[in-house]
């Protein structure tokens, strides 16, 4: 026979796992941001204009108030008509003086210019080293006299001046390029080149000179003159110390 198998009687206990230790999380902390310094830009340094001789042009095609004592001028066509002033019982002369130009004591200038209205014997060109003391003009007319002659404002004396006929010039409402060269010799002293149409119309050796205003010139009223293509060259002499 078969023996029936006994039922164990205790129920075996199932061993109790080890529990694996729950991790404990450590909190990092978090890092506080840190301003970056911020850089200071560099300045660049500007640069200094280094003086130097002057040089100006204006062909007058509009105002730009670069013309002092202009009081009867007009900006017309390309060109600055200046003039006529009202008649008057004076020999006083007019002038509009380039403020581009500076106080220079030597230099080279020139204009184109022309004759438009009033006496045909009078006088249109350019004034230069004009100041307090004394002033030059140098001036043509419609009959092609030239003159030139040196002011002195203190006693209102003319001291020297010089006037002729000149071929050079043209006659009538014909363009004349007037100009004049102030070339340095000795300190306060300089040879003036007198100009007409490109060629040396006069010189004055070795005169006095100082520094003062340049411009254009009616030499009284009751003239118009038409100015075009101003040229301004400041010269600098041999001992002026350069920058």
């Known amino acids: 026979p078969t023996e029936t198998p006994v039922p164990p009687t205790e129920t075996p206990i199932p061993p109790t796992p080890t529990l694996e230790p729950t991790p404990t999380f450590t909190e990092t902390p978090t890092e506080v941001p840190t301003?970056?310094?911020?850089?200071?830009?560099?300045?660049?340094?500007?640069?200094?204009?280094?003086?130097?001789?002057?040089?100006?042009?204006?062909?007058?095609?509009?105002?730009?108030?670069?013309?002092?004592?202009?009081?009867?001028?007009?900006w017309t066509n390309g060109m600055l008509f200046f003039g006529p002033y009202p008649p008057a019982n004076s020999y006083e002369a007019y002038a509009t003086y380039?403020?581009?130009?500076?106080?220079?004591?030597y230099f080279r200038m020139s204009v184109d210019v022309q004759w438009f209205e009033g006496q045909t014997d009078r006088l249109f060109g350019l004034v230069f080293n004009d100041n307090d003391d004394e002033m030059f003009a140098w001036g043509i007319s419609t009959i092609q006299i030239y003159i030139v002659y040196h002011l002195e404002k203190q006693?209102?004396?003319i001291d020297y001046g010089q006037a002729d006929w000149s071929g050079l010039a043209k006659a009538g409402t014909a363009i004349n390029t007037i100009?004049?060269?102030?070339?340095?010799?000795?300190?306060?002293?300089?040879?003036?080149?007198?100009?007409?149409?490109?060629?040396?119309?006069?010189?004055?050796?070795?005169?006095?000179?100082?520094?003062?205003?340049?411009?254009?010139?009616?030499?009284?009223?009751?003239?118009?003159?038409?100015?075009?293509?101003?040229?301004?060259?400041?010269?600098?002499?041999?001992?002026?110390?350069?920058?």
């Open 155 to 157: 006693f209102d004396n």
């Open 98 to 105: 380039c403020t581009s130009c500076g106080s220079p004591t």
């Open 35 to 74: 301003d970056t310094p911020t850089s200071t830009p560099t300045e660049v340094p500007t640069e200094t204009p280094v003086p130097g001789p002057v040089s100006y042009s204006d062909d007058f095609s509009e105002s730009n108030g670069n013309w002092e004592d202009c009081t009867v001028c007009e």
């Open 179 to 243: 100009g004049v060269e102030v070339i340095p010799t000795d300190p306060g002293y300089g040879n003036i080149f007198l100009k007409l149409n490109g060629k040396n119309a006069l010189i004055l050796y070795n005169k006095p000179v100082s520094p003062g205003k340049v411009g254009l010139l009616l030499d009284m009223h009751s003239i118009g003159a038409a100015y075009d293509n101003f040229e301004f060259e400041e010269i600098w002499p041999d001992w002026v110390e350069q920058p």
